[in-house]
């Protein structure tokens, strides 16, 4: 302050008045910061995927028969896996039918992580206790990043919006797509917000935010499954995403609907806000044990007691989800041998052999590799971010070399991801048999094993990443499950050079069990997952460690 | 539990130095610390104190020198952590695990500990281990690392910085950790903020500044390089000057009032001594610098009102 300046009557010592707009300008900024690499990223594949696929449609349109088109419309198992398919002779009809639920998806998952990790993530950690030593209240910081993740949303809404209206397609169905795609986001944002207030911890918080959307994709696909269950639409936004029916019905009540879903949320995780203490919540598990109610005494009772929870919270969508592919087996094939031209265009969007009942489950088990490559991946971070937060800094003074406890640590995780497999093989073996479907275990078995080689290289990337990257352990470690995936699909549908296509580590799996193993392939992978993972372990023994 | 030679240091550095990209850390640091011994480590935040603590752990790489724990090398933490025990500054443990949980953990992987003893320690340091560690404060969880580490029977105890979150009572009881472990023969690197409690348990001090060592010797030794105030009550004024100032080592004279005067003293007293012979003293009080005078003199901050911060870490 200049001597000039006289001080206004209601100046603190430091001659500064503390008013609610800086201090809330500053929090939203701070919000804005956390959330922004992250939108990005969402928005240019919420923008990109959709319109590529509709420029892609100019060149399949002619070849969709009428007869094909109908059936595709009244058959169960089409409607459960891929959405009720409408207006598939119209660029956006197909465009939406193809990505609508994956990137719906993806946009809403998205939301709710970033939710709870800007919200109850920075709680946990303490950070907030700096933030709300300032003027700022609770609710207040809460809302104003809830605000930022709701804006970050509509605009991935509008970017969609504007992609599918550049690619051609009519603006009425590309502006509702993208208004449900963006309202997918906000009820995503919004659920983390409100499960951020219910737990106390982060990782409890994500889980639950995700499970229910989870839950509410299965939700989709059995209402359309089952006709009987399509009130269950209501309860979803995907389900809300296939009665709006962009670029068909058009119609604007469901994207009412899920504007009141996002309102009731929000209002939700406020009043639960409002009422709980900083750094608790309502669902807080007790802090006092029960004396010596369980033991702890080595490293590998450590690294499972790591990987317990998570190994229990992704089986658990997993068995859902292959569950109900096992049950749908039988209409799905039924359905693919009486139309041929289907299953042709199926197999240009990466399902080949969709015709027995094991080539159908063989196509399905290669997505099993992205939920699971997902897995191995996040407990990587996990170990990533315990290094950065200082847990590991007592385990690696007791006598532990650094590549003891990461190598056990791995072999947890593995034993997690070969759990995982072996429980999608074994629900899809009980869905097939409850329906009749001839599929013996031993067939549903081999086929999850199959793609653990892909998980491996997951599992490679993310210990690479850790030993050099440790800042983007996730992102490197999905990136050859999602990436290799995108890439296989894109290869295939715009017909890629051989060597592009090649990079997908799932060009080298063989259709597992609809044909026999493709060894070298396998080798390869493991080849190729051995050598990153023993070259991280290396870098990982040398590196500082950080925290 | 590991026998651990005597003639070989319990913590030697030489010539370490870290740089992090521009930043020297630490820059050609060299120090022994023989075992049996309790060392503080000292200096102001961002010194490199506990970047040295991480290298002498093997979690960091020296960018230069080496450093051994009784003569294994610091980076071959198989074998040189059979021989130690560590607290961080900053404890971190997981959440979800219950205090008694990483204390078994610590105990089952560590290099063996004193169950009876832990018991105890547990009661001392009036710790609940049935707790989850969420629910833990700072001092909590580092009371945990406390009483892992205080129990274990590791002949080099590493503590960085150990009651940053304690109140005085644990002090206390940290501070009669110390002289058992001493009273055991276990050697203790202490890294600390708490300039009392280094002059209460420490034989030896290290004063660490930007990275460079710039004193290692024994407390009374220190105090002997430095000054020490003497305050000199007169019965009757005395001629100017009394003949004080030309005095060898005698410097900041000052007369409070004519019959009350104080100096600071470098060196032997004997010359002063001769020269107070000549005057009328009523009354005469040395007084030994703190360790915190001490410590303040070699950071510079030689001015005014410092006195009075009492025991205040400085942050």
Same mark, same amino acid.
């Given at each position: 302050m200049t001597t000039g300046t006289a001080p206004a009557p209601t100046a603190s010592a430091a001659g500064w008045t503390p008013e609610p707009g800086p201090a809330g300008r500053a929090v939203t900024a701070l919000a804005v910061r956390s959330v922004r690499r992250g939108a990005v990223l969402v928005t240019a594949v919420a923008a990109g995927m959709p319109a590529l696929v509709a420029v892609q449609h100019r060149q399949l349109d002619q070849e969709l028969a009428g007869a094909s088109l109908a059936a595709l419309g009244e058959n169960p198992a089409i409607r459960t896996l891929f959405g009720p398919p409408v207006a598939l002779d119209d660029p956006g009809g197909f465009t939406v039918w193809r990505t609508g639920t994956a990137i719906a998806v993806l946009v809403g998952v998205w939301a709710a992580l970033a939710a709870t990790r800007v919200t109850r993530g920075e709680e946990e950690t303490g950070r907030w206790d700096l933030l709300l030593a300032g003027p700022s209240r609770l609710p207040a910081v809460l809302l104003r990043h809830l605000a930022v993740l709701l804006g970050a949303s509509s605009l991935v809404g509008v970017a969609t919006a504007a992609g599918l209206v550049l690619a051609g397609t009519a603006t009425t169905g590309a502006v509702l797509f993208g208004a449900l795609i963006g309202g997918t986001g906000m009820v995503g944002a919004a659920l983390g917000a409100l499960a951020a207030q219910l737990l106390a911890e982060r990782r409890a918080a994500a889980g639950l935010a995700v499970g229910v959307l989870l839950a509410g994709l299965l939700a989709r696909m059995v209402a359309d499954g089952v006709p009987a269950l399509g009130? !269950?639409?209501?309860?979803?936004p995907f389900g809300l995403l296939g009665r709006s029916a962009p670029f068909a019905a058009d119609r604007v009540l469901p994207l009412v609907v899920l504007a009141a879903a996002v309102a009731v949320l929000v209002a939700a995780a406020a009043t639960v806000c409002a009422r709980r203490d900083v750094g608790s919540g309502p669902w807080r598990r007790p802090g006092a044990v029960r004396p010596g109610a369980r033991r702890l005494r080595s490293l590998p009772g450590l690294a499972a007691r790591r990987t317990g929870r998570p190994v229990l919270g992704w089986g658990a969508a997993v068995v859902a989800y292959f569950l109900l592919i096992g049950l749908l087996a039988t209409t799905m094939t039924d359905f693919l041998t009486e139309n041929p031209r289907f299953a042709e265009l199926a197999a240009q969007a990466g399902?080949?052999? !969709?015709?027995s009942v094991r080539g159908y489950v063989a196509s399905l088990f290669t997505l099993l590799a992205l939920p699971v490559g997902a897995f191995v991946a996040s407990r990587v971070a996990a170990t990533a971010a315990d290094e950065v937060a200082g847990r590991l800094t007592l385990l690696y003074s007791l006598p532990v070399r650094r590549v003891r406890w990461l190598a056990t640590e791995l072999t947890g995780v593995a034993a997690g991801a070969v759990v995982l497999a072996g429980a999608a093989g074994l629900a899809t073996w009980l869905g097939a048999t409850w329906v009749g479907a001839d599929l013996s275990a031993g067939a549903a078995l081999a086929g999850v094993l199959n793609v653990l080689p892909v998980v491996a290289v997951c599992l490679g990337a993310a210990v690479a990443a850790l030993a050099w990257a440790p800042a983007a352990v996730l992102p490197l470690g999905v990136l050859p499950a999602a990436g290799g995936y995108l890439l296989l699909v894109l290869a295939d549908t715009l017909s890629w050079p051989g060597w592009v296509r090649g990079l997908s580590p799932f060009a080298h799996l063989a259709a597992v069990p609809a044909g026999p193993v493709d060894v070298p392939g396998l080798a390869g992978l493991l080849a190729v997952a051995a050598a990153l993972i023993a070259g991280g372990l290396a870098g990982y023994r040398h590196r500082d460690l950080r925290g | 539990m590991p026998t651990s030679p005597t003639a070989v240091p319990a913590l030697r550095a030489e010539h370490l130095s870290k740089r992090f990209s521009r930043t020297v850390a630490v820059d050609d640091l060299s120090l022994s610390v023989p075992p049996g011994e309790v060392f503080g480590f000292l200096g102001p935040n961002g010194a490199g104190k506990s970047t040295t603590i991480r290298m002498a752990l093997g979690l960091l790489r020296p960018s230069g020198g080496h450093v051994e724990v009784f003569g294994v090398p610091a980076h071959d933490v198989g074998r040189a952590h059979r021989h130690l025990a560590y607290v961080p500054a900053d404890v971190a443990l997981w959440?979800? !695990?219950t205090g008694r949980e990483c204390l078994d953990l610590l105990a089952c992987v560590g290099p063996g500990t004193d169950l009876a003893y832990r018991a105890e320690l547990l009661e001392r340091f009036a710790l609940?281990?049935? +707790?989850?560690? +969420?629910?833990?404060s700072t001092g909590n969880r580092q009371k945990v690392a406390l009483v892992a580490a205080f129990a274990t029977r590791a002949p080099l105890l590493v503590l960085d910085e150990p009651t940053s979150g304690l109140d005085p009572l644990m002090e206390r009881e940290f501070r009669r950790c110390v002289a058992e472990a001493a009273g055991r023969g276990q050697t203790v690197f202490l890294s600390s903020h708490q300039l009392a409690e280094v002059e209460a348990v420490c034989a030896r001090v290290g004063i660490l500044r930007q990275g460079r060592l710039v004193e290692v010797a024994g407390l009374p030794e220190l105090r002997r390089l430095r000054r020490s105030e003497i305050s000199v009550t007169l019965a009757r004024p005395a001629a100017?000057?009394?003949?004080?100032?030309?005095?060898?080592?005698?410097?900041? !004279?000052?007369?409070?009032?004519?019959l009350e005067l104080t100096m600071t003293l470098a060196g032997p007293p004997a010359p002063v001594l001769r020269a107070l012979a000549d005057l009328d003293v009523v009354a005469l009080d040395v007084r030994e610098p703190s360790l915190e005078e001490l410590f303040l003199d070699f950071y510079g901050d030689t001015g005014g009102d410092h006195r009075s911060a009492g025991e205040e870490v400085w942050a």
């Open positions: 009130w !269950l639409h209501w309860l979803s399902f080949a052999e !969709l015709g | 959440p979800a !695990l609940d281990p049935d +707790r989850r560690a +969420r629910t833990y100017a000057g009394a003949g004080l100032s030309g005095v060898d080592g005698v410097a900041d !004279l000052r007369w409070s009032s004519p």
